[in-house]
């Protein structure tokens, strides 16, 4: 067999060599956190109860509360109920369960234990189970397995022939089926025969055909189409047997007859039929054409009806459908155009996912004999898309063929392959087949060869044989594969049509009738010999075939001869060949040579000249048709075989020369076209790969060509990866070099030519290490970079007689199996690699010479390795590996595996490369990537390989380099981004925790990799003092920690110095570095290898300095405790101290070790000594990246040894200690469970992204992303390349086009289902419970160390803090019992922490105890309420009372219900009922007075209880509500801090309401109750005396005074000890007021504010604070200017309630206060409005008038409301000092409103009888107030006679016009309107009127004298101001108002006239000479009717 034949066929059967490491699985490339591998691990996780998600739904609970408040309510005047009854409740009501032993006296150390044994029973074991992976792209460890290398297949069509007829049957019908593609005018598939001609049609062809073989009769047929467009079609020809008569004539009848006509034309029928019979008979075994049709199959598909129309948003079935088009797209390597996918850009082009159809094809076309050539039907094709069609006008041939078309299946049953070759899965070979359709792809398809093809396709074109003389006018072309000369030399390779034998030897063309020049359309299908000599040879025979049957003329006369000869100078002839055709036989010998040679002595049709053309192509996979390949095939075997001369084309090369010939042939592979070195990639990289390890004996010298081949590789790999670029994975390895690395490359043979037997008893499994190799083959595809090694060769039967027999014989042990050709079907064979001969003495080892050859090359030679740098890289790799597997080394130690040669070599290449790197980074970004990413994978395999040491060695080198540079840059983020991505790529090694030598502690290490079961089997490893110095060394990053672990170091010391604040430029890396960390950490999370706690606990040993690194960071986390109503961050350390620390976490040794030195010589300063520049600004994490640290330290926290935590706590100091509690206070916020309600909410993850947007804008712009992640894109087909290469314009719009692809996937998903959020519930609530239960854990630790060391105790604050914090949030049931254990184990243990140092923790605690005594969930209650039972407990043994707790308790019951919205009393009785029982119970303290304390607090508490229940009730009466809490405020007269908290809450409630005024007097009230403690307390003389400094402001304040007989002193325990009663907060609350007062528009209450606030800083000497004060002074005085005239505070209203429904307000009458310009319809709209929905609409009644009501009236079942403006009213003496607008409204009491009367009881009457009431009420407080409405408490009627009416109108006339005349600026239209009243004569009831009425005559009676007296002198006065008024109008007006003017004057002077004698009338008794009389200044108040009503 010809060697390359041999070689071929090998490399396409042998087995895959496959690299399997054995625990490859649980690199952190695989992590189950980032795969779909979660759900798995959530299983079974147990529901977490919360009682957020308990909490009833809002609509049951509206409508209790709706029927309470239909109910009448009354509130007592008191502030409390009865006391009896509610006592009675509670002692009726029931008690949850008691905690049993609460009470016993158990020492500390056991209840720790028993707490611990609970909390650590049934945990989740692992932590990141529940937290989901961090949103990152593709891992970039994660290196996909290669595609196995298999056959190409475009999209594949099934198409079935189901049944062919025609409107009359005589003659049997051939079929054939092609593909065409018009647009490139090709054939795009081979044929497909198939006849459907029934069982008597075949029978009339009996004598010539043979029995059909079961292949030929396939009548389906599957074809691929690797560039589906819209210009395929599918040709249907049909021929029919030779008859004579051309085409039109034998057409005739089928167009003619009809089948509906078959009874009459009978006869007619009877005799074509009888005339096909004959023409059978004589010339069955020849063809004529008769008709075609075509159909265009992308209509077909797309209008049966693709999927991808129903459904726009995806590409349907891509999925399900492996074969499919998308999916091939990118792995099937279709070339450069390959994505455009279709040639005319129209995307209905997908073949995998139509719905199968159904086709009938009714009209054919008939041949013209003519235009048989495929031109003509190219021409047709192309104009059948027309509209008009020529073809429409010819007559067609009506027939009807049915053929189905549907997407191929994956695998279907039956199938032949194109050599009718059976694929796997054929049950049976009687089955009907299906064929395989050989596709001829319409452009080149790139695909190295896998299967042994070699087929020949003939196609004669046409033959002109017009000139040649003698009758040849049927003529037929018989075609002949010959072996030899002799006529018997034909082979029978030549593949049958339909029904006939599956090869015969000849084929014959169809006959076109009487046509001496024809065109044929034949395709002759040739199976070519797997050798091939020169006598093969294609022979032509022509012949003239008779028609008609005449005497003694032949059936067929040979006219012509003609034969190409198939090996040219050694290589396949094939092409276009237009040959002379000989008039007789050829000579002897003639087939070496070619027919246009001129033989002597031959006759030539047309003078020698070409007159037949034939095309002869051949698709094999053993003739690449490329000259540069084949020269050096042929050298390479010249070689291998040591024949000399060597035959090449027309040279011969002698052995002398064959040296340079090959190196040039070498060279000349450049020039080869691509697609053969494609198909023969892998034979070639074999051969080249051959040439450096076995170099050639050429003339007896060794010949080193291992610098030509390498060069050779580099070229060729360059070129793949340039010109296919579609097909890439993300780390930029083209998929086909991949996969040959990874399956196909094998060391090569050591000895030519010879299948040795391989090393012998290496069978069975041996395991090392990270090499895992089976006998097995795989069965499995998805082998992520698994490799296994197995190979094994199939014996060849018997001696095979020919070379095709050997070829037979080597494929037909491997039946075709599609579905892994190579993977599975070798079980039998359990000895390895039989044909690879390790133990000879190789020449050369390839990884050696590869490594040489690398790093002395140059160039660019050079740049191009580095280019490709990920291939040799892996193939120096696996040849490494091969070569320790044959030679046995595996278990040799690693330091004795390789050379010392070659790891020099390896060294100096690791080193220049990461030498480019540094160099290179900012010009090639891309390049760099690729090349840092090859180089840490290359060390990652060298770590399983290579001693550690070693490999070890060249990551220092390599970050020696780096960090070099590092130094010398001024944005470093590119580079150390690249170091990131290494160091993540190499940590990512399954080893990797071993690599770390995590057993040792640090000491010396004994063994050099002790394994992990004999450390942890040291117990623990902490016995010696030595190792105690030695704690610290753990958690920092020392030198001992990094040189023991060296990678956890590294790793540690980058997230150290990229969180780093004073890192400039690493800000965009935070996430990166982070996300790295948690892959590690949650990657050994899930490792099955480290499940076992104690093992878990060695690998958190490598991580303990994490915890450092993350407190460093604390003021940089994201602050998650915001969202809290909580003041933010615990305030334990200010920034300010962290900076100042000196003696930070970090230590100097971690500087050095980020320069890869042992010494400093940083030229910058370390960053790492934190300096104080206090004022730095912290740039904050992002949320997400924050989450994922405290995640970490949490795993850290969870799994390190517990006793190793509680050495190294005890050697922090205090403030490292509460920084650490700071970072547990974070954890509560940051892990606090969200709640079903919110993931319902959130059901998108929008909300989740716009928090980090910034944080992704920021890493956008600060181009932390580099070129990576775009070719990422750019392979997953994305092809948007940027403009710019830059590592910046490349990624904003590429990142931000992922987030809006995110944005959108969520918006086609929006509704996650419903399980799906009971599913994040789930998890979140166990992650929240887990984290939870980490920081209680940790708290443990830090309580018994402080225990143990009994030092620190001012940490237990922190603790406390924590603690409480976790309470406070969303917890679960399981979390908060542990909880309350550890609180009340942590009281027990320190009770005077709680009770004389932390106070206000303590009010905090009982605030957190009483909200879950209110839980709906009993565990909870039982648990709160026990824990407050001992609280009480403890503090009443500290001093035999509890004060402290009784108030704390009292004020937070207060708070609770004055905040909680959803706060349900019913669960707070039964804990209160609880800790009675508890009380009852507790028999050592049965005989103090303890019991009766907790009995009386817990009656009180029950008291505020009912009564917030009330105020629950008017939740929607915004008054009522106020009243209340006013009320309750009242109730804690005697108890300051309580009134305080009160109101506080007030304030609270007024500000919601926007009553910023009401607000303020709410901070007044509390300010001066502060005041007043505090004077009690000190004596300052600065600060206020009591409330009485507060007049000025509110003259309400005296009420907060201190005198009342109860007062408890401020001196006593627990009284006054909120952190309100010290000066900084009477500062507090004074700004407070301030600020509400200026919001509230009242400037010249700030001022009197600040005039109490001055002193008390001038005598602090507080500058900025008094320059702060005397700006807000200044704005507001200048505010006072401006707003002049434009302030309005409040409009007044008096409401009375009447009727009994009210309950206690019923005949209670308030003035109510409402925003200003507030309408009377509008509080009456507001009141009506909700009074009408509590008492229902028919039941309210609004009185419209302001008169007295009478109560008799009222119906008693109605309730009836009264509401009257007034307005403020004031005394004449008061108007001296209430002069602005200001002093006008407020302070006020008192408040008017005037009604109409007349003594007949009507409003309104005649001037004479017209009476008026003013009403005065007097309100219990002044307004402003602490509330908006306040009761009357004093009304005052005075009624005025209608003369006094009419004084009061004649008064407030002339003060109008007084007004208007002197307005500045001048009014005109307002003084004419006031003019216009006064003197116009229409006036009725106008001044003359009354002027008639009242002053005509002197009144009888002497009271009224002096009213008619006065009344007189009105009038005088009022005349006077008309006439000023008409002056200044005058003055005003302009010329076309004079005659106005004028008319005004004439009335003036009328009415002056009238009034005249009226006004000049005294009377005299009033001017007698004046007695002195004793009377009242204001005659008013003698004279008039004064009613008093009290």
Not at 159 to 172: D, N
Not at 327 to 344: A, F, P
Not at 950 to 959: D, G, N, R
Request: aromatic share 8%.
């Amino acid at each position: 067999m010809d060697p390359h034949v041999r070689d071929c066929v090998r490399s396409y059967t042998e087995d895959w060599a496959i690299v399997n490491r054995k625990y490859h699985k649980l690199g952190t490339g695989f992590n189950p956190n980032t795969l779909d591998k979660q759900k798995e691990r959530q299983k079974g996780l147990p529901k977490q109860i919360f009682e957020s998600d308990e909490a009833p739904d809002g609509n049951s609970y509206q409508d209790e509360q709706d029927d309470l408040k239909r109910r009448s309510m009354s509130i007592d005047d008191t502030p409390r109920g009865s006391w009896a009854c509610s006592i009675f409740d509670l002692k009726n009501s029931l008690p949850d369960a008691l905690l049993p032993n609460l009470l016993d006296r158990t020492p500390n150390e056991e209840i720790d234990h028993h707490n611990e044994d609970q909390r650590k029973s049934s945990r989740h074991k692992e932590l990141f189970a529940l937290h989901p992976a961090p949103d990152e792209e593709e891992p970039i460890e994660r290196l996909s397995v290669p595609e196995v290398p298999k056959e190409h297949f475009g999209q594949r069509l099934l198409v079935k022939c189901l049944s062919l007829k025609f409107e009359i049957e005589i003659e049997p019908i051939f079929a054939s089926l092609a593909l065409y593609d018009v647009k490139e005018k090709k054939k795009i598939s081979e044929n497909f025969y198939f006849d459907l001609n029934s069982e008597q049609m075949k029978g009339m062809l009996r004598p010539h055909v043979p029995p059909a073989a079961i292949s030929t009769l396939a009548r389906s047929a599957i074809f691929s189409i690797t560039y589906p467009s819209q210009d395929v079609f599918l040709v249907i020809k049909l021929e029919k047997v030779l008859q004579q008569g051309d085409i039109g004539e034998c057409a005739e009848p089928y167009m003619i007859f009809k089948e509906s006509d078959a009874a009459k034309n009978k006869e007619k029928l009877e005799k074509l039929k009888c005339q096909a019979e004959q023409f059978c008979q004589r010339l069955g075994k020849y063809r004529m054409p008769f008709a075609w049709t075509a159909i265009h199959l992308m209509n077909i598909v797309s209008s049966a009806g693709s999927l991808e129309r129903d459904s726009t948003e995806v590409e349907v079935g891509t999925g399900e459908r492996k074969g499919s088009w998308s999916e091939r797209r990118n792995s099937s390597i279709v070339g450069r155009r390959s994505l455009e996918r279709t040639t005319s850009g129209d995307e209905a082009c997908n073949l995998t996912s139509f719905r199968p159809a159904t086709l009938t094809v009714t009209n054919f076309f008939k041949q013209e004999g003519d235009r048989l050539s495929d031109e003509d039907l190219y021409k047709f094709l192309a104009d059948m898309r027309r509209p008009s069609s020529v073809l429409r006008r010819l007559r067609p041939i009506t027939a009807q063929l049915k053929i189905d078309i549907s997407p191929a299946p994956e695998n279907p049953h039956y199938c032949l392959t194109p050599e009718l070759l059976q694929v796997k899965l054929y049950p049976d070979s009687r089955v009907r087949p299906t064929r395989e359709i050989l596709e001829f792809p319409a452009r080149d398809v790139y695909v190295p060869n896998t299967t042994y093809r070699n087929l020949l396709y003939v196609y004669p074109q046409s033959l002109n044989f017009a000139n040649r003389q003698g009758s040849a006018r049927n003529i037929t072309v018989k075609v002949q594969f010959m072996y030899g000369e002799d006529p018997s030399n034909a082979m029978p390779v030549i593949f049958g049509k339909s029904s006939c034998p599956e090869f015969s030897k000849e084929a014959y063309t169809a006959v076109v009738y009487h046509n001496r020049s024809p065109d044929f359309h034949e395709e002759i299908k040739i199976k070519l010999p797997a050798t091939l000599t020169d006598h093969h040879h294609l022979l032509f025979t022509f012949y003239h075939v008779s028609c008609q049957q005449k005497q003694n003329t032949p059936l067929e006369t040979p006219v012509g001869y003609t034969w190409i000869p198939m090996l040219q100078n050694g290589r396949l002839k094939t092409g276009q060949f237009c040959l002379p055709v000989s008039l007789e036989k050829p000579p002897q010998a003639y087939s070496v040579l070619s027919p246009e040679v001129p033989l002597p002595g031959m006759k030539w049709v047309d003078n020698h000249k070409g007159v037949f053309n034939v095309e002869v192509v051949a698709v094999s996979s053993l003739h690449t048709q490329d000259p540069y390949l084949d020269k050096f095939f042929a050298l390479v075997h010249a070689l291998d075989e040591h024949m000399f001369p060597v035959r090449i084309g027309d040279m011969r090369i002698m052995e002398n020369n064959l040296e340079n010939e090959l190196k040039s042939s070498i060279s000349a592979l450049n020039s080869s076209q691509l697609e053969p070195v494609v198909r023969f990639l892998h034979l070639l990289l074999d051969k080249l790969i051959l040439l450096v390890v076995r170099p050639p004996v050429i003339a007896g010298q060794i010949v080193n060509l291992g610098q030509a081949s390498f060069e050779a590789m580099a070229s060729i790999i360059n070129r793949l990866h340039k010109n296919l670029d579609g097909n890439q994975d993300q780390h930029g390895r083209n998929s086909l070099l991949a996969s040959y690395i990874y399956y196909v490359f094998r060391l090569p043979n050591t000895y030519p030519n010879s299948p040795s037997p391989g090393p012998g008893g290496l069978g069975g499994s041996v395991h090392y290490a990270t090499m895992a190799r089976s006998a097995v083959r795989p069965a499995s595809l998805n082998l992520n970079r698994s490799r296994s090694l197995s190979n094994s060769n199939p014996d060849i039967s018997g001696t095979p007689t020919s070379p095709d027999d050997e070829v037979r014989s080597i494929i037909g042990s491997k039946a075709t199996d599609r579905s892994c050709n190579r993977m599975s079907s070798h079980t039998e064979t359990s000895s390895f690699l039989q044909t690879l001969t390790g133990r000879l003495p190789t020449k050369k080892l390839f990884h050696e010479e590869l490594a040489l050859q690398w790093v002395v090359c140059s160039g660019s030679v050079r740049e191009a390795a580095l280019q490709q740098a990920w291939f040799f890289f892996e193939l120096m790799v696996k040849s490494m590996v091969h070569h320790l597997y044959f030679a046995d080394k595996l278990d040799a130690p690693r330091k004795n595996r390789f050379p010392e040669r070659f790891m020099d070599d390896v060294t100096a290449l690791v080193s220049t490369i990461a030498g480019d790197i540094v160099s290179r980074f900012q010009k090639d970004t891309e390049m760099v990537e690729r090349l840092n990413t090859s180089l840490a994978f290359f060390l990652n395999d060298l770590l399983s390989i290579m001693d550690r040491g070693f490999v070890f060695a060249l990551i220092k080198t390599c970050y020696k380099q780096v960090s070099s540079k590092l130094y010398s840059l001024t944005n470093p983020s590119n580079l150390a981004s690249l170091r990131l991505d290494f160091l993540r790529i190499i940590c990512s090694h399954e080893h990797y925790v071993t690599l770390n030598l995590p057993c040792s502690l640090l000491t010396p290490p004994a063994s050099p990799s002790p394994s992990v079961s004999s450390a942890t089997s040291q117990s623990s490893g902490f016995s010696t003092n030595v190792q105690d110095q030695k704690i610290a060394n753990m958690f920092e990053l020392s030198v001992p920690f990094r040189q023991q672990h060296y990678l956890a170091g590294l790793v540690l010391t980058e997230l150290a110095v990229i969180l780093d604040p004073d890192a400039e430029g690493l800000f965009g890396l935070h996430k990166k570095v982070i996300n790295m960390v948690h892959n590690l950490l949650s990657s050994h999370d899930s490792d099955p290898r480290y499940a076992d706690p104690q093992v878990k606990a060695r690998v958190a040993m490598l991580y303990l300095p994490l915890i450092g690194v993350i407190m460093e960071t604390v003021p940089q986390l994201y602050d998650f405790t915001e969202s809290h109503n909580q003041r933010g961050r615990p305030s334990c350390v200010a920034v300010d101290d962290y900076e100042s620390e000196g003696g930070s976490m970090i230590s100097q040794t971690v500087a050095m070790a980020i320069a890869g030195t042992s010494v400093p010589q940083l030229t910058r300063p370390s960053s790492f000594l934190l300096t104080s520049s206090s004022g730095r600004q912290h740039s904050t994490f992002s949320t997400e990246s924050s989450r994922s640290l405290l995640i970490c330290l949490l795993w850290v926290l969870k799994n390190a040894d517990e006793s190793v935590l509680q050495k190294w706590f005890t050697d922090l100091s205090v403030l490292q200690l509460n920084r650490l509690l700071d970072l547990l206070y974070l954890c509560v916020s940051c892990f606090e469970y969200k709640g079903k309600k919110v993931f319902e909410r959130m059901n998108s993850l929008t909300f989740k992204k716009s928090k980090d947007m910034r944080a992704k804008l920021e890493e956008a712009i600060l181009g932390s992303i580099g070129a990576r992640q775009e070719m990422v894109r750019r392979s997953r087909g994305q092809l948007e390349r940027s403009p710019s290469g830059s590592a910046f314009g490349s990624q904003e719009n590429l990142r931000w086009r992922k987030d809006m692809t995110h944005w959108r996937q969520n918006t086609e998903k929006l509704d996650k289902s419903r399980a799906e959020i009971e599913h994040e519930a789930l998890i979140d609530g166990n992650l929240a419970t887990e984290a939870n239960l980490i920081i209680l854990d940790t708290l443990e630790i830090v309580v018994q160390t402080v225990s143990v060391t009994e030092s620190k105790e001012s940490i237990l604050g922190g603790v406390l803090k924590v603690l409480l914090h976790s309470m406070a949030c969303n917890q679960s049931a399981l979390y908060l019992q542990h909880c309350f254990a550890t609180q009340r184990a942590l009281v027990s243990k320190f009770p005077e922490l709680l009770f004389e140092e932390e106070t206000e923790q303590c009010a905090d605690l009982c605030l957190r105890l009483l909200r879950h005594c209110s839980s709906s969930i009993s565990t909870i209650r039982s648990h709160a309420s026990a824990s407050l039972y001992l609280l009480m407990r403890q503090n009443f043994e500290i001093g035999n009372n509890f004060a402290r707790v009784k108030m704390q308790v009292t004020m937070s019951l207060s708070s609770l219900v004055g905040t909680s919205q959803n706060f349900n009393e019913e669960f707070l009785r039964r804990s209160l009922k609880t800790i009675l029982t508890y009380a009852e119970e507790d028999l050592e303290l049965r005989e103090t007075t303890f019991p009766d304390q907790v009995q009386d607090l817990v009656f009180n508490l029950h008291m505020i209880l009912s009564d917030t229940v009330k105020m629950k009730e008017h939740q929607e009466d915004p008054e009522m509500l106020i009243d209340l809490m006013y009320r309750i405020a009242k109730g804690y007269q005697n108890s300051p801090d309580l009134r305080l908290t009160w109101l506080q809450n007030m304030a609270g409630k007024h500000s919601e309401r926007s009553n910023h005024a009401e607000s303020a007097q709410c901070l007044v009230h509390s300010a001066a109750l502060v005041a007043e403690y505090l004077s009690m307390l000190e004596d300052r003389k600065y600060l206020p005396v009591g409330c009485v400094t507060f007049q000025n402001i509110s003259s309400n304040v005296l009420e907060e005074s201190a005198v009342s007989d109860d007062v408890v002193s401020p001196d006593e325990e627990g009284i006054c000890s909120g952190k309100y009663f010290t000066e900084a907060g009477l500062v507090g609350l004074l700004e407070q007021a301030a600020a509400s007062f200026s919001m509230a528009g009242m400037y010249e209450a700030v001022n009197e504010v600040y005039k109490v606030l001055i002193p008390i800083h001038e005598a602090n000497r507080d500058a900025k604070k008094l320059s702060t004060i005397h700006g807000k002074l200044q704005e507001a005085f200048s505010k006072i200017v401006h707003q002049d005239g434009k302030r309005m505070f409040g409009t007044y209203f008096r409401v009375g309630f009447y009727g009994t429904k009210f309950g206690d307000l019923d005949e209670q009458e308030f003035v109510y206060k409402e925003p200003a310009i507030t309408k009377l319809a509008e509080i009456s709209h507001r009141l009506e409005g909700f009074y009408g929905e509590r008492f229902g609409e028919d039941v309210l009644e609004v009185i419209k008038d302001s008169n007295p009501v009478d109560k008799c009236k009222l119906d008693p079942n109605k309730a009836y409301i009264q509401i009257t403006y007034v307005e403020p009213y004031f005394d004449t003496y008061e108007m001296k000092d209430r002069i602005t607008y200001f002093d006008k409204n407020y302070n006020l009491r008192r408040f008017m409103y005037c009604t109409p009367f007349t003594l007949d009881g009507r409003a309104h009457g005649e001037l004479h009888e017209q009476f008026k009431r003013k009403t005065i009420l007097t309100t219990s407080h002044a307004f402003p107030y602490i509330k908006t409405r306040i009761n009357v408490i004093h009304k005052e009627e005075i009624i005025l006679t209608p003369i006094e009416v009419a004084i009061e109108d004649m008064q407030k006339k002339t003060q109008e016009l007084a007004f208007a005349t002197h307005q500045d600026p001048a009014d005109p239209k307002m003084l004419q309107m006031v003019l216009q009243g006064s003197v116009g004569t229409t006036v009725n009831q106008g001044p003359l009127e009354v002027a008639q009425v009242f002053l005509s005559e002197i009144p009888n009676d002497p009271k009224l004298f002096r009213h008619h007296n006065k009344l007189r002198l009105c009038f005088k006065d009022f005349t006077k101001r008309c006439e000023d008024a008409l002056r200044k109008n005058k003055s005003l007006i302009g010329p076309d108002q004079k005659e106005y003017q004028r008319e005004l004057e004439r009335n003036y002077h009328r009415l002056k006239e009238a009034l005249q004698p009226l006004i000049n009338r005294k009377i005299p008794q009033l001017y007698k000479a004046v007695l002195p009389v004793t009377c009242h200044r204001d005659s008013f108040s003698r004279m008039s009717l004064r009613k008093m009503d009290i």
